[in-house]
C-alpha cells in the first residue's frame, strides 16, 4: 500500500483524474445545461485512464452503450415494464452490441437500461432523454480527452525504449546466472532469479506498443518494428527460461573444466554492441560424446542445446529488427 501511495505514476494518474472531475462538474454547472451532473462525472471515471489511446477507447464504448441502450430501452417501454421489460431489452442490447462490435460498451448500456426500467423518475421521461444523457456523456468523455493529452502525455516511444532496456539486463542476467550455474564461475555465490519480472516488463511493452501502433499506425513505432521486437523478447524471455530451469537440473560447475566458447559468450548475446554474434554452438555428436565424459544424460544436454539454439536465433532476429528499423525511410 505505501508503495503505491508513494508511486509518482499513481499520484499522476489521481491528479488527473481529480482535475478531469473538477472541469467536468465546473463546466456542467456553469452552463446550466446538464440536468444530471452524475453523468459527466460517470463519464470521467470510466473513461480516464494512462493514455490518451485507451481514453480514446473508453469514451468510444461509452457513448456507444449510452447510444444503444437508451433506443432500445426506450422502443420496449412503449410496450412493458418492470423486470420484464428489462429482460427482453437485455435479450436485444447484448446481441446487438456484439453484433456492431461494441461489446466494450456493455456495462454502460445495463447502467442506462436499468435506471429507465427500475427509477421511477426516469420513467417519464420522453425521447429527449437518449438525445441529453449522450450530450452530457460527451462532455465527460471530451474533458476526459483533453485532461490526458494535455497533462503529463506520455511519450510512449521513451517509455518503450526503457522497457527494451530494462529487459536487457533482466535476461543479461539471466544469462550470466546460466553461465555460472554450467561453469561454476560464481564463487559458490549462484544467482537464482525468478521470471516474474521480465514477464511484467514484456506485458507492458507489449501494452505500450498497442496503444503506439493505435494511436500513430504509420509513425515511428512501426518503422522501428516494435511489433517484431515485442514478439521476438516474448521468445527469447521463454527460451532463457527453459535454458535456466535445464541448467539447473545438471551439476552446479558441470562444465568447468570443458572448453565451451558459446557459454562464456552467453552474458554478452544481448549486449547492443555485441551484434547479436555468438561462437558455434557444438555439434550435437559432440555433445553426446560430453554428456558420456561428463557421466550425466545425454538427453539433458540435447535438450539444453535445443533451447539454446532457439534463444540464439531470437536474439539474432531482435538484433536484425533492431538494425534494419534504423535504417528504414
Given at each position: 500500500m505505501l508503495d503505491f501511495v508513494l508511486s509518482a505514476r499513481a499520484l499522476k494518474a489521481a491528479i488527473k483524474y481529480g482535475i478531469a472531475a473538477m472541469a467536468a462538474a465546473?463546466?456542467?454547472?456553469?452552463?446550466?445545461q446538464v440536468e444530471f451532473i452524475w453523468y459527466p462525472l460517470l463519464a470521467v471515471v470510466m473513461c480516464m485512464d494512462e493514455t490518451?489511446?485507451?481514453?480514446?477507447?473508453?469514451?468510444?464504448?461509452?457513448?456507444?452503450?449510452?447510444?444503444?441502450?437508451?433506443l432500445v430501452a426506450f422502443l420496449v417501454h412503449l410496450l412493458m415494464g418492470g423486470w420484464i421489460g428489462i429482460t427482453v431489452t437485455?435479450?436485444?442490447?447484448?446481441?446487438?452490441?456484439?453484433?456492431?462490435?461494441?461489446?466494450?460498451?456493455?456495462?454502460?448500456?445495463?447502467?442506462?437500461?436499468?435506471?429507465?426500467?427500475?427509477?421511477?423518475?426516469?420513467?417519464?421521461?420522453?425521447?429527449?432523454?437518449?438525445?441529453?444523457?449522450?450530450?452530457?456523456?460527451?462532455?465527460?468523455?471530451?474533458?476526459s480527452i483533453l485532461v490526458s493529452?494535455?497533462?503529463?502525455?506520455?511519450?510512449?516511444?521513451?517509455?518503450?525504449?526503457?522497457?527494451?532496456s530494462q529487459l536487457r539486463s533482466e535476461i543479461g542476467s539471466r544469462l550470466e546466472a546460466i553461465q555460472q550455474?554450467?561453469?561454476?564461475?560464481?564463487?559458490?555465490?549462484?544467482?537464482?532469479?525468478?521470471?516474474?519480472?521480465?514477464?511484467?516488463?514484456?506485458?507492458q511493452l507489449?501494452?505500450?506498443?498497442?496503444?503506439?501502433l493505435s494511436a500513430n499506425p504509420l509513425g515511428l513505432g512501426l518503422k522501428q518494428r516494435w511489433r517484431q521486437r515485442s514478439i521476438l523478447w516474448e521468445?527469447?524471455?521463454?527460451?532463457?527460461?527453459?535454458?535456466?530451469?535445464?541448467?539447473?537440473?545438471?551439476?552446479?560447475?558441470?562444465?568447468?573444466?570443458?572448453?565451451?566458447?558459446?557459454?562464456?559468450?552467453?552474458?554478452?548475446?544481448?549486449?547492443?554492441s555485441a551484434g547479436s554474434e555468438c561462437s558455434p554452438l557444438p555439434q550435437r555428436q559432440s555433445l553426446v560424446r560430453l554428456?558420456?565424459?561428463?557421466?550425466?544424460?545425454?538427453?539433458?544436454?540435447?535438450?539444453?542445446d535445443d533451447e539454446l539454439q532457439r534463444l540464439v536465433k531470437s536474439i539474432h532476429s531482435l538484433g536484425l529488427a533492431g538494425s534494419t528499423s534504423l535504417a528504414r525511410p
Amino acid at each position: 500500500m505505501l508503495d503505491f501511495v508513494l508511486s509518482a505514476r499513481a499520484l499522476k494518474a489521481a491528479i488527473k483524474y481529480g482535475i478531469a472531475a473538477m472541469a467536468a462538474a465546473a463546466i456542467s454547472v456553469a452552463t446550466n445545461q446538464v440536468e444530471f451532473i452524475w453523468y459527466p462525472l460517470l463519464a470521467v471515471v470510466m473513461c480516464m485512464d494512462e493514455t490518451e489511446t485507451r481514453v480514446l477507447a473508453a469514451s468510444r464504448a461509452r457513448v456507444c452503450g449510452t447510444i444503444a441502450g437508451g433506443l432500445v430501452a426506450f422502443l420496449v417501454h412503449l410496450l412493458m415494464g418492470g423486470w420484464i421489460g428489462i429482460t427482453v431489452t437485455m435479450l436485444i442490447v447484448v446481441p446487438l452490441l456484439r453484433l456492431l462490435g461494441w461489446g466494450a460498451g456493455m456495462a454502460t448500456a445495463i447502467v442506462v437500461v436499468s435506471l429507465l426500467f427500475l427509477v421511477a423518475d426516469y420513467n417519464s421521461l420522453d425521447w429527449f432523454y437518449v438525445l441529453n444523457r449522450t450530450v452530457d456523456t460527451l462532455l465527460g468523455v471530451v474533458v476526459s480527452i483533453l485532461v490526458s493529452a494535455l497533462i503529463w502525455p506520455v511519450n510512449r516511444l521513451a517509455e518503450i525504449r526503457a522497457l527494451d532496456s530494462q529487459l536487457r539486463s533482466e535476461i543479461g542476467s539471466r544469462l550470466e546466472a546460466i553461465q555460472q550455474l554450467l561453469k561454476g564461475s560464481g564463487g559458490g555465490a549462484i544467482v537464482k532469479l525468478v521470471p516474474v519480472k521480465s514477464r511484467r516488463l514484456i506485458l507492458q511493452l507489449g501494452k505500450l506498443v498497442s496503444d503506439e501502433l493505435s494511436a500513430n499506425p504509420l509513425g515511428l513505432g512501426l518503422k522501428q518494428r516494435w511489433r517484431q521486437r515485442s514478439i521476438l523478447w516474448e521468445r527469447i524471455n521463454h527460451h532463457s527460461i527453459q535454458v535456466q530451469r535445464l541448467a539447473e537440473l545438471l551439476p552446479e560447475g558441470v562444465m568447468a573444466h570443458v572448453s565451451t566458447p558459446w557459454i562464456e559468450n552467453l552474458p554478452s548475446l544481448l549486449h547492443p554492441s555485441a551484434g547479436s554474434e555468438c561462437s558455434p554452438l557444438p555439434q550435437r555428436q559432440s555433445l553426446v560424446r560430453l554428456a558420456d565424459q561428463l557421466r550425466i544424460s545425454p538427453l539433458l544436454l540435447l535438450s539444453l542445446d535445443d533451447e539454446l539454439q532457439r534463444l540464439v536465433k531470437s536474439i539474432h532476429s531482435l538484433g536484425l529488427a533492431g538494425s534494419t528499423s534504423l535504417a528504414r525511410p
